[in-house]
Structures are given as structure tokens and as C-alpha cells.
């Protein structure tokens, strides 16, 4: 399954429901990207100017690194992508794959966008903070901490991604716009698409997306 959109349509958030629901692995190649970086690999050494500038890996190396996932044992039964496809590149190298490898059957492919306004999107983005030690995610202007700046949990200092700030906000929705719009369009050219409305409630949102579920599988 393909979770696609912008920055902040709530693939991450859908995809941990869909994780729940269907028991099978998200794969989002910006988390790969960021534990890379964390872990100082080589990959991620290449990496970590690029995403803090919002701009896009490249597509060889994040092609190997998402094909390299989703050929692990744990996707036999399916998979969602977050975040891959980004370029019609990689759009064509996941067809290819798809329908070229042997090592994985020949899973069915469905493709969700999440459609989310401009303005709801940069206040999403830009208010995003992270517990660094649960992980808890809240939002500065919708769902702030009790104490601003600190994890409800544990009280942990809250952190901001390198690029969720206002200017790199603007330099990743136009990657978007530029980059992956286009692969958006391949997929509802393809068919087995749904548009999903990403500006409902979290839940409303799940519904949408499994009754989109529902409706493309028996498509
Ligand atoms: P995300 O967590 O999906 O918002 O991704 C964060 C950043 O990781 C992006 O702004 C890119 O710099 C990089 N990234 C994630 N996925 C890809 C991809 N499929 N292709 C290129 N760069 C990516």
C-alpha cells in the first residue's frame, strides 16, 4: 500500500493505525533515513545535510535502501510505504521491481493520497514538537504539552525536527509540488488510487482510508 501526500497529511499517523489494523510493517524511508543518521552510518552521513535543507536523498541511494526493507522477511503479506515513492524515478524503479522481482510475489499494488490545505499543512509542520525519550508527538498550536516545551510523560525537554522550521517548511512543499506531485499523478493514472480527505478528525481519516481499502481490494 502506498500511503502518498504532502508533508504533514498524517502518513506516519495513518500508517501506525494501518500497522495496527492489518499487521503488516510501515516502511517510511525518511525514518530509515533519520535512525541512519542517528547511528552515523555512511548512508547517513550522506544524508543528514540533505534532509535538514528539506531537500530530496538521492534516488539510487534511496531506492537500495528501500528495496533493501521491503525485501525483509516481515513484508510477505504487504507492506506500506510512507514517504517512497518521492520522484517519478522511483515511482518507475518500484514498478520495475514490483513486477520484475522474483523474490516477492507479485503483491497487488493500491495507492492513498491524503489531500491536506497549504495553511493547515505549515501550522502542522512548524508546530510539531518531539519527545525525544517516548516519543510522544504534540503540536504547538492543536495539541500542545501542559507545560510548553515539556513531554507530559516525563517532562523531557520537547525537540523540533532540523526541518520542521517555518523557511524549510516552504523549500519541502515545493520539493513536493515540484518532485512528487508527479508521482501522485502516476498512480491515479494507474488506477487502484483513492484521494482521502487528510482534514478530518485522525479517525475520520482512518475510516476513509479503510473503506478506500476496501473498495480498491475488491476493485
Ligand atoms: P519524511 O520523514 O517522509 O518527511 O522525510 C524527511 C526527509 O527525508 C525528506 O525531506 C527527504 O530529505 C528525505 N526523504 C525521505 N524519503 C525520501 C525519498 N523517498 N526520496 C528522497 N528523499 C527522501
Sequence with gaps: MLLLGAPGVGKGTQAQFLVAEYGIP???T???LRSNIAKGTPL???AKEVLASGQLVSDDLVNQMAWARILDDDTKRGYILDGFPRTLNQAHFLDGQLSASALRPNLPVVAISIVVGYDQLQRRITGRRICPVCKSIYNAYSSPSKVPGQCDVE????TQRSDDTEAVFH????????????VVEHYRALGR????DGEQSVEAVTVA???ALVRLRSS
Design 155 to 158: 517532562g523531557a525537554e520537547l
Design 209 to 211: 482510508i479503510e473503506a
Design 26 to 28: 510501515q516502511i517510511s
Design 193 to 196: 488510487f483513492q484521494e482521502v
Design 171 to 182: 523549500d519541502r512543499m515545493k520539493v513536493f509540488e515540484e518532485q512528487t506531485a508527479p
Design 44 to 46: 547517513g552521513l550522506q
Design 30 to 32: 525518511g525514518d530509515l
